[in-house]
């Protein structure tokens, strides 16, 4: 298996820009999660699916952020306008099941100048 | 609400020496798992091991050891005979039967000196 597959790695954007992370999850993985990380504020997870729907988007930032998971092989990451604030690591992560181990993507690097 | 604290920012350790990395969760669901992660320089999050709330054994893969005290609510990281390459910041995570959802700690950062 792959392991789950982020793209683009690096994406560097002008504020204001739509960006769009894409996220495969490992075959047979039910729950799936999307997590920012940063200097200042570790990793945090801002939402998660299980069997595709969304459980929790409470740590979703702010209304310029969504996420969608059209079917069990696909996620995306959405954020519209971009803002400079919004520069981390984005990390996607895929489990089995809600209490077993999650494997992560390699992760894209965002920068907004 | 869950919680993990992470005490140590930095640590170092010689050589085949052996380190302890500390982590204290608190949740009040009695059904939970907590995870360690490694993350090397490149960026990569590499998942090491696991133990569930109800295991009876402590959680060992290879050099990897997990020391769980459910009393003290403590879970900390065992390396045996670190190497060089273990040289990363080590995240403690939880998720909880309520919760549901993997909760990290601020990491700890490991160097291997020669």
């Known amino acids: 298996d792959a392991g789950v597959i982020q793209s683009p790695r690096h994406e560097v954007t002008e504020m204001g820009q739509e960006v769009t992370l894409r996220c495969k999850p490992i075959s047979g993985h039910n729950s799936l999660f999307w997590y920012r990380q940063t200097m200042m504020r570790g990793l945090e997870l801002l939402i998660y699916?299980?069997?595709?729907?969304?459980?929790?988007d409470s740590g979703m930032p702010e209304d310029r952020f969504s996420a969608k998971m059209p079917n069990a092989s696909f996620s995306t990451l959405k954020i519209q306008p971009s803002e400079p604030r919004d520069s981390a690591v984005y990390f996607c992560?895929?489990?089995?099941?809600?209490?077993?181990?999650?494997?992560f993507g390699q992760g894209t690097r965002l920068t907004v100048v | 609400a869950q919680k993990i604290t992470q005490t140590q920012p930095g640590m170092f350790v010689q050589e085949k020496e052996a380190v302890t990395l500390d982590c204290t969760y608190d949740t009040s669901d009695p059904s939970y798992g907590l995870f360690w992660y490694k993350q090397p320089s490149s960026g990569e999050m590499i998942f090491l091991i696991y133990q569930g709330s109800y295991d009876q054994q402590n959680a060992t893969e290879g050099r990897y050891s997990l020391n769980f005290q459910k009393a003290r609510k403590s879970a900390n990281l065992v390396i045996s005979a670190s190497q060089l390459g273990d040289s990363a910041m080590y995240f403690c995570?939880?998720?909880?039967?309520?919760?549901?959802?993997?909760?990290f700690g601020s990491g700890t950062q490991l160097t291997v000196l020669p």
């Open positions: 992560a895929s489990s089995l099941a809600m209490t077993s181990e999650a494997f």
């Open positions: 699916f299980n069997n595709n729907v969304p459980i929790d």
């Open positions: 995570a939880m998720i909880s039967g309520s919760a549901r959802q993997l909760t």
